[in-house]
């Protein structure tokens, strides 16, 4: 399986340790990622706020790029690039003026029938589904792990096509695959403020305090990202969290494939667990912890909500 | 909100219809349910709620809307947009009236959020892709507010999280793109 490869600006700075421990599980499971070439920002949180075709063409002018590749279909892990992507595709799809500028912007063919793929749609799916449970080498089954899926993975729904928007399960179903026990909660899609993590970090603290909150209420050990705005908000603002509501939250923040990449046996070096703000060390006692056998098949069963209707 | 009696004739729809025009999307679908201002997650902080941001666009009430916080406030989350039961773009339309007050040279009621979203713009003319450190310095020259989150970003620097060097990649890509993108504006 080969893939064109978007990891954006956070992956290559703040947000390394997803690209790292991406790259790793990926070359686990038998997944190829090819970096696109000269590939710039996609204009994230700003340039929406500013110019219509600019937060069109950037995207655009970075799946301009693939053609030459010859590859059509792009993994981009970070949610704000997921988004901004299909978001871009879309306009160019229904606006035909847009359209124009676009291209003109960009001086290239709008490729707007590329495929952009969030990394969790292909773990989650067939053939790699199956291969994750072969792979496993530290039963992680101790661990109970909320997944946060924040905003931008599902939302749009009409656009982004990714699971089912208010209650997504597919990180759920990943994690799972590895052993490790996922929780029900409240919090899966509700925003943690990420556009605002500079420019107004009281309301970061706030939403973000809130998610954690809820993490810790239903018992989880960690909260499992996919976004590296999440990650941020969510980790490094912990000190805020106590200044501002008297408690430190000491929850550990992980991207979901350190927690894949930990199951397969690779160690947290290799993972850049250590580059996170908030310690994860009682997260690696926890899992190397012998496994006590108290949870049956049916209790599991029952923790495990199904959501099985359509929106 | 004002209470004060809203002349409408046929120019209160200029405003929405320049709405249309920049972003695309027609606000006069809105029934003011108040669905997006319930489920809107800085709806706290907020002086109109969307929905009564919505409504006061629809009746072209310009100056009120660019005299709020609200879309300054957007966390640019989509929850509002995704669960419209008219199929309205809230999220798009506050990104709209953002776009039409700096056409319209209006100063925003948190000038902060504007000087980042500029500062970003900046940062990837130069780059290409975003230099997060040289981002971090301009924005606070320009909000003087130095010691915000000053020992976060310590810890950070200390954990190596941010490049500390630029790569310049594509810096003169986005810039040719985002030239060609002001001219046609422009037009």
């Given at each position: 399986?080969?893939?064109?490869?978007?990891?954006?600006?956070?992956?290559?700075?703040?947000?390394?340790?997803?690209?790292?421990?991406?790259?790793?599980?990926?070359?686990?499971?038998?997944?190829?990622?090819?970096?696109?070439?000269?590939?710039?920002?996609?204009?994230?949180?700003?340039?929406?706020?500013?110019?219509?075709?600019a937060a069109t063409a950037l995207p655009m002018a970075n799946l301009a790029?693939?053609?030459?590749?010859?590859?059509?279909?792009?993994?981009?892990?970070?949610?704000?690039?997921?988004?901004?992507?299909?978001?871009?595709?879309?306009?160019?799809?229904?606006?035909?003026?847009?359209?124009?500028?676009?291209?003109?912007?960009?001086?290239?063919?709008?490729?707007?029938?590329?495929?952009?793929?969030?990394?969790?749609?292909?773990?989650?799916?067939?053939?790699?589904?199956?291969?994750?449970?072969?792979?496993?080498?530290?039963?992680?089954?101790?661990?109970?792990?909320?997944?946060?899926?924040?905003?931008?993975?599902?939302?749009?729904?009409?656009?982004?096509?990714?699971?089912?928007?208010?209650?997504?399960?597919?990180?759920?179903?990943?994690?799972?695959?590895?052993?490790?026990?996922?929780?029900?909660?409240?919090?899966?899609?509700?925003?943690?403020?990420?556009?605002?993590?500079?420019?107004?970090?009281?309301?970061?603290?706030?939403?973000?305090?809130?998610?954690?909150?809820?993490?810790?209420?239903?018992?989880?050990?960690?909260?499992?990202?996919?976004?590296?705005?999440?990650?941020?908000?969510?980790?490094?603002?912990?000190?805020?969290?106590?200044?501002?509501?008297?408690?430190?939250?000491?929850?550990?923040?992980?991207?979901?494939?350190?927690?894949?990449?930990?199951?397969?046996?690779?160690?947290?070096?290799?993972?850049?667990?250590?580059?996170?703000?908030?310690?994860?060390?009682?997260?690696?006692?926890?899992?190397?912890?012998?496994?006590?056998?108290?949870?049956?098949?049916?209790?599991?069963?029952?923790?495990?909500?199904?959501?099985?209707?359509?929106? | 909100?004002?209470?004060?009696?809203?002349?409408?004739?046929?120019?209160?729809?200029?405003?929405?219809?320049?709405?249309?025009?920049?972003?695309?999307?027609?606000?006069?679908?809105?029934?003011?349910?108040?669905?997006?201002?319930?489920?809107?997650?800085?709806?706290?902080?907020?002086?109109?709620?969307?929905?009564?941001?919505?409504?006061?666009?629809?009746?072209?009430?310009?100056?009120?809307?660019?005299?709020?916080?609200?879309?300054?406030?957007?966390?640019?989350?989509?929850?509002?947009?995704?669960?419209?039961?008219?199929?309205?773009?809230?999220?798009?339309?506050?990104?709209?009236?953002?776009?039409?007050?700096?056409?319209?040279?209006?100063?925003?009621?948190?000038?902060?959020?504007?000087?980042?979203?500029?500062?970003?713009?900046?940062?990837?003319?130069?780059?290409?892709?975003?230099?997060?450190?040289?981002?971090?310095?301009?924005?606070?020259?320009?909000?003087?507010?130095?010691?915000?989150?000053?020992?976060?970003?310590?810890?950070?620097?200390?954990?190596?999280?941010?490049?500390?060097?630029?790569?310049?990649?594509?810096?003169?890509?986005?810039?040719?793109?985002?030239?060609?993108?002001?001219?046609?504006?422009?037009?």
């Amino acid at each position: 399986m080969k893939y064109a490869y978007y990891p954006g600006c956070s992956l290559h700075s703040t947000g390394q340790e997803f690209d790292k421990s991406l790259l790793a599980v990926c070359e686990k499971l038998g997944v190829e990622l090819v970096e696109l070439e000269k590939w710039v920002c996609c204009g994230s949180t700003a340039a929406h706020n500013l110019s219509k075709v600019a937060a069109t063409a950037l995207p655009m002018a970075n799946l301009a790029l693939m053609p030459k590749m010859g590859l059509d279909e792009v993994v981009v892990p970070c949610a704000e690039c997921f988004s901004k992507l299909k978001i871009a595709q879309h306009n160019c799809k229904t606006d035909k003026k847009l359209k124009r500028d676009v291209v003109e912007a960009i001086h290239k063919d709008c490729n707007d029938d590329a495929k952009v793929i969030h990394p969790l749609s292909i773990f989650a799916e067939e053939p790699l589904i199956s291969r994750i449970p072969a792979l496993v080498e530290k039963n992680l089954s101790g661990l109970k792990v909320v997944c946060y899926y924040g905003c931008l993975l599902t939302r749009p729904p009409k656009i982004t096509q990714f699971d089912i928007a208010e209650y997504p399960e597919t990180m759920d179903n990943v994690l799972r695959a590895t052993g490790i026990t996922t929780l029900d909660w409240d919090h899966k899609t509700i925003c943690c403020g990420a556009s605002f993590a500079l420019s107004k970090p009281d309301i970061v603290v706030n939403l973000s305090h809130k998610i954690i909150e809820d993490a810790k209420e239903v018992g989880a050990d960690a909260i499992a990202v996919a976004c590296p705005m999440c990650h941020a908000n969510l980790d490094t603002r912990q000190d805020d969290m106590e200044k501002e509501y008297g408690v430190h939250p000491q929850m550990p923040v992980l991207y979901f494939t350190q927690l894949m990449g930990y199951s397969f046996g690779m160690t947290p070096e290799e993972l850049l667990l250590d580059k996170h703000l908030t310690d994860v060390s009682s997260l690696i006692e926890k899992a190397n912890a012998p496994v006590e056998e108290e949870a049956s098949p049916e209790e599991e069963e029952a923790t495990s909500f199904q959501f099985d209707g359509h929106h | 909100m004002t209470e004060e009696i809203v002349h409408i004739d046929e120019k209160s729809f200029t405003f929405s219809d320049a709405v249309v025009a920049v972003g695309g999307i027609d606000t006069s679908y809105c029934y003011q349910c108040g669905k997006c201002a319930t489920g809107c997650p800085v709806a706290y902080e907020m002086d109109l709620t969307p929905t009564q941001l919505i409504h006061a666009i629809q009746l072209g009430l310009k100056d009120l809307v660019y005299n709020s916080k609200t879309m300054w406030l957007c966390a640019a989350c989509q929850t509002c947009s995704t669960r419209c039961p008219q199929d309205v773009d809230i999220a798009e339309v506050l990104d709209t009236v953002k776009i039409l007050m700096q056409r319209d040279k209006k100063k925003p009621q948190l000038p902060n959020v504007l000087k980042f979203n500029k500062r970003f713009m900046g940062n990837l003319k130069w780059f290409g892709r975003l230099y997060e450190l040289g981002m971090i310095a301009m924005l606070k020259l320009s909000t003087r507010k130095f010691t915000q989150d000053m020992g976060m970003g310590m810890k950070m620097l200390k954990k190596r999280k941010f490049s500390i060097w630029p790569r310049f990649k594509g810096g003169w890509a986005v810039r040719k793109i985002l030239r060609r993108v002001k001219k046609q504006e422009k037009a």
